[in-house]
Every structure is written in C-alpha cells, then in structure tokens.
C-alpha cells in the first residue's frame, strides 16, 4: 500500500500497477481494501494524517477522469474513484481489480493513489514478466515473494532501473538511482553520479 499510496501516489517511483498471484488475490484485495478504508484522510501537517490533498485541482480533475475512463473500459472499482465531501482537493484512496494489459489504466500513469491490480499465475513466470515489462517506462520497480531465489531471477528480467525485493521505496545515497527506456538516462546518487561531475581523456601515443 505504501509503495502505491505514499505522499497521494504523487511519486515518482509509486507502484502504480501491481500483479498479484492468482491463489492469494481475493484475500490481498480484501485486506488492502480493508486497510484503505482506515486511513486518515486530513491536513497534511498533522502527524496523523496518512493522506492529504493532490497538488492542484488540474491534478484532481486528471485523476477523476481516469478512473472513469477505467471503469468505462470495463476494470472494476473496488473501492474509491472520486473526490472526498470536503474541502481541498482530496482525492479517496482507490482500488481497480480486473484490470487488463490493452486498458487505458494499465499503460498510463496516473501520479496519483490509485492502485491497479492484475492477476497472474505462478505457473507462468514468463508471461508476467513479459507483460510487467510491456510499459515505455522503467524507472522501479518491486517483487515480494518469500523465495528468494525466484525473486532475484525476476529482478534480473526486469527493464527497470530500480528493483526492490520484499521492500519498497527505500533508497540510499550510495545507490544508483535512475531509469531505463522512456524513465530517463544516467543516474543520481552512487558513484555513478559522481561519474557527471568527471571529464574523461583520452590519450593515444604511438612510439
């Protein structure tokens, strides 16, 4: 959830979609539902708000318009979709299932906490990645599973400049962060970074 909903899913690497095992995905959605419904919605300086209002209302009306355009499209809205009754520009925390690859909600990004949901079966690894790598960008990415080894396979297939396993969102200083195809080239942070601030010569002698 927090990978999805952190700071209004205005992040720039939020997990916008998510595959979800088949065997575990009634019971996941059911608990992230269960989970949204209790988060406090408010003032974003008070500590115990955990969501607070988009940006601008050019934003909110953006976000509106794609969850209408992903019910028309055939996803089902879980939970959320629309505007909080109160003042600001609050959107509710929402929850698409059902969705398919060709839909307008999988390919687009949506900057803001909407989770989006498809399912995946564990007996068909390629298929997934090939449809978690169907996207112009690739800037991170995440895998949660407790079979390590599968999971470090997964990251290695992934296009994405970042992978977090059984974690998400944590960065460091001293890790390379940036994205591959549409997401951007080079890196911030790490050595890599620090390659920008450097000029390469080249000499070449002949004796």
């Not at 009634?26 to 408010?42: H, N, P």
């Not at 355009?69 to 698409?96: D, H, I």
């Not at 999988?106 to 498809?118: L, N, R, T, V, Y």
Request: charged fraction near 25%.
């Amino acid at each position: 959830m927090a990978a999805v909903f952190f700071n209004k899913g205005e992040n720039c690497i939020a997990a916008g979609r998510l595959f979800v095992e088949e065997r575990i995905h009634d019971e996941f959605v059911r608990r992230v539902v269960s989970e949204t419904k209790k988060m406090v919605i408010g003032d974003p300086l008070h500590r115990g708000t955990a969501h607070g209002p988009q940006n601008h209302k050019a934003h909110m009306d953006k976000l509106i318009e794609f969850c209408e355009r992903g019910v028309k499209e055939g996803a089902t809205l879980v939970y959320g979709g629309g505007r909080v009754a109160r003042p600001g520009y609050f959107f509710t925390p929402t929850v698409f299932t059902d969705v398919q690859d060709h839909m307008y909600i999988a390919k687009e990004e949506s900057f803001g906490p909407i989770m989006i949901i498809s399912k995946f079966s564990s007996k068909n690894i390629d298929e997934v990645m090939r449809r978690a790598n169907a996207t112009e960008y690739g800037l991170a990415s995440g895998v949660f599973t407790r079979d390590v080894s599968r999971a470090l396979a997964a990251a290695d297939r992934l296009d994405a400049g970042t992978v977090f396993i059984n974690t998400y969102n944590k960065t460091d200083v001293a890790a390379p962060f940036g994205g591959f195809k549409q997401s951007g080239f080079g890196k911030d942070l790490g050595q890599e970074a620090l390659n920008e601030y450097l000029k390469t010569k080249c000499i070449t002698i002949e004796y």
